[in-house]
């Protein structure tokens, strides 16, 4: 399964059918959305993982992501946009 959705991922969309563009966009991404959730329900959580796992990591990414923005907005603040350096406070 590894390798097929390796090589479908080079795969350009474009080529495809309006139906098969619609599958892989929208109704297997919900699938595997539904996928963790769905085993926990059941009492079957895969990797033996627990219910708490998917709060933990979106946790950890949303610290992770906290960071790196308030990083960029320092880069941001600090060195500026090139597009505006010649109007404004920084001419």
Same mark, same amino acid.
């Given at each position: 399964?590894y390798n097929t959705a390796v090589r /479908?991922?080079?795969? *350009?969309?474009?080529?495809?059918?309006?139906?098969?563009?619609?599958l892989l966009l929208t109704a297997v991404?919900? %699938? @595997?959305? =539904?996928? &963790? *959730?769905?085993? !926990?329900? /059941? %009492?079957? *959580? *895969?990797?033996? @993982?627990?219910?708490? &796992?998917? &709060? @933990?990591? =979106? #946790? !950890? @990414?949303?610290?992770?992501? %906290? !960071?790196?923005?308030?990083?960029?907005?320092?880069?941001?603040?600090?060195? %500026? #946009?090139?597009?505006?350096?010649? !109007?404004?406070?920084?001419?």
């Amino acid at each position: 399964i590894y390798n097929t959705a390796v090589r /479908l991922s080079a795969f *350009p969309l474009s080529d495809l059918s309006r139906g098969a563009q619609t599958l892989l966009l929208t109704a297997v991404p919900a %699938g @595997l959305l =539904a996928w &963790f *959730p769905t085993l !926990v329900l /059941l %009492g079957r *959580p *895969p990797l033996g @993982l627990t219910a708490a &796992f998917p &709060f @933990l990591f =979106a #946790s !950890v @990414l949303a610290l992770l992501t %906290g !960071v790196l923005m308030k990083k960029g907005w320092m880069h941001y603040a600090r060195e %500026g #946009s090139p597009r505006y350096s010649d !109007v404004g406070h920084r001419r």
